[in-house]
């Protein structure tokens, strides 16, 4: 007997048909039926599910984040990482190629996928989320087999550092051209960002800290744009988080260059002046901008400038992250805490209406991908999550998923949880 659900009177966000409703929903086998202001006329209801102060939106799409599994367990298994995933309402997960060995071989992303499939087995009632690998673009300083790990089920091409050597990277959108799979950058220029640990600005003066130019990331920029420009080839750009950086991107984009771009969440709700603290868990690369290169990605995120939002969900444990400032190693979790933050500081503050969050955390991640977004409409598959914004709970090695617990938001209260999540069987 297949399930059929019902979720009544729940406000309905949806970024493909810009829907922003209360609605009633049913869903059978995996697939939404009918949506409508009241639906009384229904087949057996197996479940009734009581929607009304909640929100129900499509699955969000992580562009990249970071496993530890293989070669770092002891930061996150394969196992924690999509349970942290699916508590923060992910249903795709992009996983970069910085696993130990790299995902550089069809064998490594066949291990993966199978990995997964087998925990989803082991635990249906969770809902994980389908993982889309990335393949490493280069192996050491040359390029890795990038025709054969095409033909395998990775989402495209990807390096987890900047490639320095900007011949070898107009060698690799040349090469990459025809092979039809989305590739993600990131412009960076290591000799310019100098060891910086916070932008170079007022900040990084008041707190001594060792400021990483603008430039380390407009330059590298700049110089990738021609490169695209030359060879014409689509590419993501990855981590962008300065105001020259969306102003670059802005004149790309009406010059009609192919291109896409991402910010990490934590650029969004932190700047430089947050430093004072210095909580390891602010550590990231590329580092904390100011607080007008914050406001610059607000605003470019809203108007699409910048695509979407990445989590980029980098763990590490205790014994790493707890050392100072600027020795501690860059990045911090999230897949868990993005959403319920975003939505308390952006959504319920009024910068954003909720569909501006959903597109930015599901809808264009999803294009950047070349995937069709979930969308919540009859006939598409329940590829959606039930969000209640009115719980409080404490980040806590108990509340949290994930194995690691660098984020400067342990032992803080966050707002909002994820009641549930409806994956589809097979990958989008």
Known sequence: MSTVQLIRQVRLVDGVSHTDQIRDVLV???????????????????????GEGKLLFP????????????????????????????????????????????????????????????????????????????GSLTSGVQMAALDDLATTAIVGFADDQPIANLLLVQRLLQYLHPLGKPLALWP?????????????????????????????ETAALAALLECIALTGTAVHLMRITTARGVELITQAKAQGLPITASTPWMHLVFSSRDLASYDPGLRLDPPLGNPEDQLALLEGVKTGVIDAIA???????????TVGFATAPPGAIGLELAWPILWQRLVVNGHWSALDLVQALSTRPARC???????????????????DPAPSWLVTAQSLQSLALNSPYLGQTVQGRVLRRWVPLHRP
């Open 28 to 50: 059978e086998a995996g697939q939404i039926v009918a949506i409508a202001e009241a639906l009384d006329d229904v087949p057996a209801v197996t479940e009734t599910i009581e």
């Open 59 to 134: 699955g969000l799409v992580d562009l990249y984040s970071h496993s530890g599994e293989p070669g770092h367990e002891a930061r996150e298994t394969l196992a924690s990482l999509l349970a942290a995933a699916a508590a923060g309402g992910l249903t795709r997960l992009g996983i970069l190629p910085s696993t130990l060995p790299a995902i550089d071989h069809g064998a490594m992303v066949e291990s993966l996928i199978n990995h997964r499939q087998l925990l989803a087995a082991a635990s249906p009632e969770v809902a994980l989320p389908h993982i889309y690998p990335w």
């Open 188 to 216: 960076c220029d290591r000799q310019l960002q100098a060891g910086g640990v916070a932008r170079e600005g007022a900040f990084a003066l008041i707190y001594g800290l060792v400021g990483a130019p603008t430039t380390s």
């Open 311 to 321: 989590i980029d969900h980098t763990p590490y444990t205790y014994e790493e992250k």
């Open 369 to 387: 991908w070349r995937q069709p977004p979930a969308s919540l409409q009859p006939g598409q598959p329940a590829e959606m999550v039930l969000f």
